[in-house]
Nanobody
């Protein structure tokens, strides 16, 4: 089992930046991809950014491409999401997720992910 703990959410003005962190513990050796989903009130959960743990390739939703950057520190079992040029539409609960599938790429589909963090709120005004 893998535990995920997020941090770094908060409130920011439009145009500002935030960095989210997610640290994994437990059976981290089997993690294939880690990344971030977000869910705003009344909307479906959206996969926004993922990184392949071994290969390092990053995958982004069109809604955040060019503004958000995902990175990882494998030694610390931590992924980061740097969010720039934030706008009110980015307001949501952000969830870290990890999958244990044997793929050389990452999916943005929540059904592929086995482990979830508790979420961290991001509010842009």
């Amino acid at each position: 089992h893998v535990q995920l703990v997020e941090s770094g959410g908060g409130s920011v003005q439009a145009g500002g930046s935030l960095r989210l962190s997610c640290t994994a513990s437990g059976y981290t050796y089997s993690i294939n991809c880690m990344g971030w989903f977000r869910q705003a009130p009344g909307k479906e959960r959206e996969g926004i950014a993922f990184i392949h743990r071994s290969g390092g390739s990053a995958y982004y939703a069109d809604s955040v491409k060019g503004r958000f950057t995902i990175s990882q520190d494998k030694a610390q079992n931590t992924v980061y999401l740097l969010m720039n040029s934030l706008n009110p539409e980015d307001t949501a609960m952000y969830y870290c997720a990890a999958d244990h599938n044997v793929r050389s790429w990452c999916l943005l589909d929540s059904n592929a992910y086995d482990n979830w963090g508790q979420g961290t709120q991001v509010t842009v005004s």
